[in-house]
């Protein structure tokens, strides 16, 4: 019975709160290295939906908050469908790892798609992406879903 309970499918709300602690560790990661200074990151993530004009204003902060936070839900709930089924047998920090690194890939392929960047990250700068997707996005993400495996 307590194998069966360990083993329950994720919640929504489960997969909320994930994306959510995700989202702000990893935030407070980027801000605090200043790879992604506060207020301008959430100036620029709200600039992929408004366009340039987001950063006329500082109204503009809590969209970008928003629009982060629901990312980080989305990317949640991405890992409660996809990879909790295609990699059950993982032990679930190495499913963060790698969903660390497709989480990575995937916003860099959105921001280059939207031409938000003008390259993808080299050196430095990649090893600081990593760290921020898998330590501070995938791990928090997987630990707190890691019984729904």
Do not use: C
Not at 6 to 21: F, L
Not at 77 to 100: D, E, H, M, S
Not at 130 to 138: E, Y
């Amino acid at each position: 019975m307590a194998q069966a309970l360990a083993k329950r499918p994720p919640g929504v709300g489960r997969i909320i709160g994930a994306g959510i602690t995700g989202g702000i560790i990893v935030d407070l990661f980027l801000i605090l290295t200043r790879t992604a200074p506060f207020p301008g990151v959430y100036m620029f993530i709200a600039s992929g939906l408004v366009g340039p004009a987001a950063f006329s204003s500082p109204a503009y902060i809590a969209l970008g908050i928003v629009l982060h936070l629901i990312i980080s839900i989305v990317w949640a709930a991405i890992y409660a469908t996809v990879f909790l089924r295609l990699l059950p047998k993982l032990q679930w920090w190495l499913n963060a790892v790698i969903f660390g690194v497709v989480v990575m890939l995937g916003m860099q392929a959105l921001l280059l798609g939207k031409h938000l960047e003008p390259a993808f990250p080299t050196g430095t700068e990649l090893v600081t992406v990593l760290i921020a997707h898998i330590v501070f996005f995938g791990l928090p993400v997987a630990y707190i879903l890691r019984n729904d495996l």
